[in-house]
């Protein structure tokens, strides 16, 4: 993009600005910004989760988050996926069970930056950031496996939803 992916403006205000928003609809004890660096739109209503360097792209950021929560689940959003809203996932978030979270599937493709993770997960996010491969597709796989989440396939209608602004 050759930008903040966060700076860039949807519907009328930066994507930053419109996914705490939907984050502030679910009403969350914590929001948590996670950032390779301080960016330089950040504000003090949201905690601040810089990447440990070398920074892992969303696995370290997923890592720290689930490190620094003090609830029973973490709920996931990338910045550059606008058309995800707070209706969806409330909808994972009910489906959540106590020890297990939710991670939606399109095709054969994990959704990890629109999921629910447990606490329980912590570990196994930890255990990938300490090895050589980086990608959140097997650490899914992984948690699948331990059914720590639910693999929820996304009916056709609401594939959208998970888009990110990285497509045309």
Known sequence: MGRDKATVEFDGQPLWQRQIGILRELRPENIFISARTRPSWFSDDAALLLDDPPSRGP?????????????THLIALAVDMPFMTSEQLAILRELAAESRG??????ERAEPLAAIYPAEAAVDFATALAGTDFSLQPVIRNL?????????????????LYRSVNEP
């Open 59 to 71: 696995l370290s950021g997923l890592t720290k988050a689930l490190a620094a929560m003090r609830t």
């Open 102 to 107: 939710v991670v939606p599937v399109i095709g």
């Open 144 to 160: 699948a496996a331990e059914e720590k989440v639910r693999l929820l396939a996304v009916p056709a209608q609401d594939e959208g």
